[in-house]
């Protein structure tokens, strides 16, 4: 078999998840992935080869294995957005010190500190709904402001400055091969602008302090790590465009599953959850299978370090590795019928964040807000609804972040009592 044989990669169409059980498949592309064995060979859109790993083991298995397999070298490859320099491109060390900048800030136990900011913000935005009247547009009017607003103020930077991310993010993750300038200017607009923020910190710092602002901490381990300042700047960068973005676009992807997708008993599955408040937690990791968040429904390809054989498929050093995170998530010798929505289902061990050293960072603090976004939502609203047929709801495709470009709801309720 020649490269042009290989099937073509991204495929031809991507999913919009329509009916709840099996995403709309216009040219057969839940056919194509049932076709292909854990590990095959696929070709990208200016021709070069790579494997596509779609089982779950073998996924987990190049998400974990750094030093087998590779970010270095596979950046930037179309249709894959150029990364570097930020710590998504790096490996091994360089990767561990980025890391640790952050420190532990994001760790589960301590996530609660950031609560009562996502809860205020999150209240005042419904309310701010109530009043704006139908339709209102979930992306503007609450997954955006929520999620920027929560990371710029653990991040410390003031509200004027929220929409320069906006702008910055766009940029940095807009996909194509002519766009790896817009990417790179972005993320040096950023930087510039976080070493604005970060320089006077870094003089000034306490190496003692307990200040829980995310800058604070950045600026206080790298003095204390003797971090450079761009160094430094260029993780802060980081992690604003990281914790914003994908939330964000869940936000919107989960409401259109849940308004979509049917229970048996002919109520939607946001209903259910009005209903159920207690299943929402089950609901977060349940969405997170199977909602795919990129347009790639991949994680950032590796390069295999040394020959390797993974899923009985020998690679050579060098080769071009695509971890699909989103169809090793709908792995069946992993997950009972995969693609039914089950918000009851344990163990799920979804890989919606990655894994190994480039674990998603924000994990719990992205758990929290969809959690309380999904909780109030139906709390507040039990009987919103599309404003729009589901077909007719556009996607994204500007940039690598999978998303409905404008999700307009009804919500024309009135509140249930407190």
């Known amino acids: 078999m020649t490269a042009t044989d290989h099937p073509r990669y991204p495929f031809p169409c991507q999913d919009v998840p329509v009916d709840g059980r099996r995403p709309a498949d216009p040219m057969g592309l839940s056919a194509l992935y049932d076709g292909l064995a854990p590990v095959s060979r696929v070709r990208l859109p200016e021709g070069h080869e790579a494997f596509l790993v779609t089982g779950?083991?073998?996924?987990?298995?190049?998400?974990?294995?750094?030093?087998?397999?590779q970010r270095a070298g596979a950046d930037a490859i179309p249709p894959y957005p150029h990364t570097s320099p930020t710590m998504l491109a790096l490996d091994g060390r360089e990767h561990r010190a980025q890391r640790d900048l952050i420190g532990n800030a994001f760790a589960p136990a301590r996530i609660d500190r950031y609560r009562p900011t996502v809860e205020r913000l999150t209240s005042r935005l419904l309310d701010a709904l109530v009043q704006a009247g139908d339709p209102i547009e979930v992306n503007e009017q609450l997954a955006m402001p929520l999620t920027l607003g929560v990371i710029g103020s653990?991040?410390?930077?003031?509200?004027?400055?929220?929409?320069?991310?906006?702008?910055?993010?766009?940029?940095?993750?807009?996909?194509g091969a002519d766009r790896a300038a817009d990417n790179e200017r972005a993320m040096l607009e950023m930087t510039a602008y976080m070493a604005g923020r970060l320089g006077g910190l870094m003089s000034d710092v306490d190496p003692a302090s307990e200040d829980v602002g995310l800058l604070s901490v950045i600026a206080a381990n790298a003095v204390r790590r003797q971090t450079g300042l761009e160094e430094a700047a260029l993780l802060?960068?980081?992690?604003?465009i990281a914790g914003w973005e994908t939330?964000?676009?869940?936000i919107g992807g989960f409401l259109f599953r849940l308004l979509t997708a049917r229970e048996q008993g002919g109520d939607t599955l946001y209903r259910l959850l009005a209903a159920q408040p207690h299943r929402i937690p089950g609901a977060v990791e349940e969405l997170l299978r199977t909602t795919p968040g990129t347009a790639f429904e991949s994680a950032q390809p590796r390069r295999a370090a040394r020959e390797v054989d993974l899923g009985g498929v020998r690679l050579r050093a060098g080769d071009l590795v695509i971890p699909a995170?989103?169809?090793?998530?709908?792995?069946?010798?992993?997950?009972?019928?995969?693609?039914?929505i089950d918000f009851q289902r344990t163990p799920n061990h979804h890989l919606a964040f990655g894994g190994g050293p480039h674990v998603c960072l924000g994990a719990p603090l992205a758990r929290l807000e969809l959690t309380t976004a999904l909780?109030?939502?139906?709390?507040?609203?039990?009987?919103?609804?599309?404003?729009?047929?589901?077909?007719?709801?556009?996607?994204?495709?500007?940039?690598?972040?999978?998303?409905?470009?404008?999700?307009?709801?009804?919500?024309?309720?009135?509140?249930?009592?407190?």
């Open 56 to 69: 779950h083991a073998e996924c987990r298995r190049v998400l974990r294995e750094q030093d087998t397999f």
């Open 154 to 175: 653990a991040m410390g930077l003031p509200d004027d400055d929220l929409p320069l991310f906006r702008t910055w993010g766009d940029l940095f993750l807009s996909t």
């Open 236 to 240: 802060a960068a980081s992690v604003v």
């Open 247 to 250: 939330t964000a676009a869940a």
């Open 325 to 340: 995170v989103d169809r090793a998530n709908r792995d069946p010798d992993v997950f009972e019928d995969p693609e039914h």
């Open 375 to 418: 909780r109030e939502l139906t709390r507040r609203f039990p009987d919103a609804r599309l404003h729009h047929a589901p077909h007719d709801v556009v996607w994204n495709t500007a940039t690598s972040i999978r998303h409905p470009v404008a999700l307009w709801l009804d919500l024309a309720h009135q509140e249930p009592e407190r």
